[in-house]
């Protein structure tokens, strides 16, 4: 499935900043991730644990925060969050909450983003 | 002394596909080259499609074939005698533009028209993925069951035709066709959707007609 490659991703980003700051040890990385993307949060957390065994990034508290949608509606042009907690997460279908069209322009919950690492840095 | 620091990092993994499908669909312009990207479930008859609009449509035609191992697919394209690039995603299920955009220098971009890409057999992972093509192309046959639509909601919303193969067996194996074109239409009500029977070349040149006509806009 394709967290593997979302999870390579993630861990490259996370491996370069912390190079980059001259990182001895990552503690905790926060992941944000929309709830339109057709990833599963537990299966990614599960592949970095994995993946980053041999890397600096080891041991780290992997945190994914969930991001809920928000759209704007060409027909009615309601704009701003939906009730997304009974969405089903491999198949959300998006409704407009005012009029119920489906063609709807998503405009968050359609990311994969590496928010912050917490690292601990040589003086 | 150890101290410990919060940094930034607000790097966007989605942005990253985003950002190479553009430079694509860039390159692809510069060269006129009109795109479509084939998606379906394994075995409703992508490959066949794509081997029909060969032999049928106007204009010259590259193929980009993905698939887990895609030696096979990429073997019956060659036997037409056009360009054709072979892309393996091995473990993954889906392409994705960085993939695409390494084989594309391998397509006579100044010499084609239409670059087709096969994409691997799965309705779920490429919803993710944007490729830089212009079109999708939903390939799905009723011999998946006619509820395939309904469960994969997504990849029928990004839709630009809808292609339902097999209708000829529809009875022999209980779908009801005319139930997934409902579907579709539900979750993407401008989409076109075209019920075919490739093997009997049926329904080959209202499909031609979509993509030539999607061209145009």
């Known amino acids: ?123 | 002394m150890h101290k410990i620091a919060e940094i930034e990092v607000q790097h966007n993994i989605m942005k990253a596909n985003e950002k190479i499908a553009k430079r694509i669909q860039e390159s692809l312009n510069s060269h006129n080259v009109f795109s479509v990207d084939f998606v379906g479930a394994i075995g409703s008859g992508k490959t066949t499609l794509i081997e029909e609009l060969i032999t049928d449509m106007n204009g010259n035609i590259a193929v980009i074939a993905g698939d887990v191992i895609s030696k096979f697919d990429a073997g019956r394209f060659k036997k037409h005698g056009i360009p054709v690039v072979g892309l393996n995603t091995g473990k993954e299920c889906h392409l994705d533009a960085h993939l695409v955009e390494h084989v594309l220098d391998d397509i006579p971009l100044k010499d084609i028209d239409y670059l087709f890409i096969e994409n691997v057999g799965n309705l779920i992972c490429p919803v993710d993925f944007d490729l830089g093509a212009h079109m999708r192309v939903v390939v799905i046959s009723v011999s998946e069951g006619d509820d395939t639509v309904e469960k994969h909601p997504l990849i029928f919303q990004s839709a630009d035709l809808v292609v339902i193969n097999k209708v000829d067996i529809a009875d022999a194996v209980g779908a009801d066709a005319d139930k997934m074109v409902a579907d579709a239409k539900a979750l993407n009500p401008n989409v076109k959707i075209i019920k075919t029977s490739l093997k009997h070349k049926e329904g080959l040149k209202e499909v031609i007609f979509a993509i030539e006509e999607f061209l145009i806009q």
């Not at chain 1, 009615?76 to 939906?82: H, Q």
Request: overall charge negative.
């Open chain 1, 1 to 123: 499935m394709h967290e593997l490659s979302m999870a390579e991703g993630i861990l490259k980003a996370v491996i370069e900043k912390s190079e980059d700051n001259n990182a001895t040890e990552v503690i905790e990385v926060v992941v944000e991730i929309g709830k339109m993307v057709l990833i599963n949060p537990e299966q990614i957390k599960f592949l970095l644990d994995v993946l980053s065994e041999d890397t600096i990034v080891k041991g780290a508290i992997f945190t994914i925060e969930e991001i809920p949608i928000e759209i704007d509606c060409p027909e009615c042009e309601y704009k701003g969050k939906i009730d997304d907690d009974e969405l089903d997460h491999y198949a959300p279908v998006v409704n407009c909450p005012k009029c119920g069209n489906k063609r709807l322009h998503i405009t968050n919950g359609k990311d994969c983003i590496v928010k912050n690492i917490i690292i601990e840095q040589e003086d």
